[in-house]
T-cell receptor, first 113, second 115 residues
């Protein structure tokens, strides 16, 4: 069965610094991979997704993620953090062609002024 | 376009009472999902439907929980009787079938407190 592991339940970065949120997946077939963001008191919003096209995926708000099959990773990055990026981020996986999407535990991103 | 609509947004109820959460998925989506989010357990998939038919309810915690989807535009999640440990945020979500369009869209959530 597919699964995702997010390394670090809390990550703190300074405003303007690089954001790196780590996600490793497990899947027996080529996966679809997703990053979602959740702002306080809101639902989850899709940031970006990988569906077997380009391995470097660009999303909203300047975020991007790279699919690395050899490392079974799909880390999320942003070159320069902004205060508005403070939120919880979820990595998710779905076996391509399968209907269930499984979410990781989430990483809370804190931005330091 | 209207997104996934959930009601109520907030509910406070006493232990033992019946709770009904409602969801209207995005028009045209074939899949509907119910998730529960807590600090301790994160985001858990409770049940999902395809074309109004329950496909996998293995995440439903107990017989006190039940979900229905009588038509393509409406679903309910019911807890009877409710207990304090059911306090959580319950999200409804919907999506197209697997494939390039496969993305889950979430509602704003129903915040349930059982006292």
């Amino acid at each position: 069965a597919q699964s995702v592991t997010q390394l670090g339940s809390h990550v703190s970065v300074s405003e303007g610094a690089l954001v790196l949120l780590r996600c490793n997946y497990s899947s027996s077939v080529p996966p679809y991979l997703f990053w979602y963001v959740q702002y306080p008191n809101q639902g989850l919003q899709l940031l970006l997704k990988y569906t077997s096209a380009a391995t470097l995926v660009k999303g909203i708000n300047g975020f991007e993620a790279e699919f690395k099959k050899s490392e079974t990773s799909f880390h999320l990055t942003k070159p320069s953090a902004h205060m508005s990026d403070a939120a919880e981020y979820f990595c998710a996986v779905s076996d391509s062609g399968y209907d269930k999407i499984i979410f990781g535990k989430g990483t809370r991103l804190h931005i330091l002024p | 376009d209207a997104g996934v609509i959930q009601s109520p947004r907030h509910e406070v109820t006493e232990m033992g009472q019946e709770v009904t959460l409602r969801c209207k998925p995005i028009s045209g989506h074939d899949y509907l999902f119910w998730y529960r989010q807590t600090m301790m357990r994160g985001l858990e998939l409770l049940i999902y439907f395809n074309n109004n038919v329950p496909i996998d309810d293995s995440g439903m915690p107990e017989d006190r929980f039940s979900a229905k989807m009588p038509n393509a535009s409406f679903s309910t999640l019911k807890i009877q009787p409710s207990e304090p440990r059911d306090s959580a945020v319950y999200f409804c979500a919907s999506s197209f079938p697997p494939g390039q369009r496969h993305t889950i869209y979430f509602g704003e959530g129903s915040w349930l407190t059982v006292v």
